[in-house]
DNA sequence: TAGATAGTGAACGAGCCGTTCACTAAATGC
DNA sequence: GCATTTAGTGAACGGCTCGTTCACTATCTA
């Protein structure tokens, strides 16, 4: 019951603090003006705890990241409708870039020199994408709407790359007419079957 | 002919130096490491020069960039061969964000914050990419081997965006490989007729 | 040729970086 | 229940870069 005076936290309730702090800093400010000092202080930490952990801001920012795109995760089941499920799971990924988890990927981007690492936050964000864009297809190919060729990993991810893609050269989460456009006249034309005509 | 010993440039003059030195420095050290002082250094200017005109780095470097899509912007003439032309485009692509272009966007990228200014940026760099891609879809429309439906802009920003997109994610530029595969899977598919079935 | 304009270079205060250190609280061993 | 080890705190630091200022000087213009 060390809750409301935290005495001296440490392990793993106090890396929890201070990932809680990251976040919240990263929406307050955004990843260019985050402040290690700043961080600390808010996780009432030691600035020395800090890079005990991680090296630099970076480092932090993309466990900070990892952390929130993990709790992020929550599993996805898909109704039947192709066109609705993909809209939702890209309205999903747009909100999650409006707030401290697209500041951490942004900043991420940004620091980013021919990633020696960094494939994991990559991988930890992009892996639930694909395994609920994956269910949606799979379930289109039963009822024969959608191409068992979709399924291939470069057409799964097309959606939310294209997501993914203006948020990052426009600096704000995708619209709802974006992602409607990015679906009626790219996604679905491509997964489906044109057997008519 | 002040060009060996530049006494004192003003105006243009210095203006072309400095964006030769940022575009320097920038390949050599990447946008994350960039110092305003180095670039002064080099262009053998006056610090006070360089924030005479931009207010910060983000500035400097967004203008550096823009001078360098603009001057990279070459017309371009398609063969005919839609495959083998938008595989052409995307490899300059490629190449571009493998150099200092590519740090600028980065650059630009990582510091952007629901973009209030920054539009001329994109523009610049897409409205070269948009001009060559759709003179190609136009030329395989007349050849019916492209849909004319094709000629929608999300349509024509598809390969540059998935490329963009690479690059962005995983910090460097998109092999051929990845190229290939786009093509193949995604924007050949979805631009050519299939009334075959 | 005189005045106006624009660039230079050095110096500055301020802020943040990443590190160190003496101190203290919590966990562990006995 | 006490002694030892482990881990976090908080303050201080040297160093770097920022963005600004200022006296000086080169170039342009009238």
């Known amino acids: 019951m060390s809750e409301s005076t935290p005495g001296r936290r440490r392990g ?26 700043s961080v600390a202080a808010r996780a009432r930490a030691g600035k ?13 920012v993309r466990a900070a990241g990892r952390h929130l795109a993990v709790a992020a995760d929550t599993s996805y089941e898909p109704t039947g409708d192709v066109r609705a499920d993909l809209a939702d799971v890209m309205r999903r990924i747009a909100d999650f870039q ?31 994408r694909v ?13 024969g709407v959608v191409r068992p060729e979709a399924l291939a990993p ?3 991810n097309l959606a939310p790359s294209l997501v993914t893609h203006y948020f990052l050269t426009r600096g704000e989460p995708a ?9 009626d ?8 079957e044109r057997e008519h005509r």
């Open 12 to 37: 793993e309730e106090l890396e929890q603090a201070i990932f809680k702090a990251t976040i919240e800093e990263l929406a307050e400010v955004g990843y260019a003006n985050l402040r290690i000092e």
């Open 48 to 60: 020395a705890s800090l890079y005990k952990r991680w090296p630099s801001r970076a480092h932090l």
């Open 98 to 128: 409006g707030g401290s988890g697209g500041e951490a990927v942004r900043g991420y981007v940004g620091e980013l020199t021919a990633a020696p690492d960094g494939e994991e936050l990559r991988d930890d964000i992009e892996r639930p």
């Open 131 to 143: 395994r609920a864009i994956t269910r949606i297809f799979e379930a289109g190919v039963r009822e």
């Open 154 to 156: 470069r057409i799964v």
């Open 175 to 183: 619209p709802q007419e974006v992602i409607d456009e990015i679906l």
């Open 185 to 192: 006249l790219v996604v679905m034309p491509l997964i489906t």
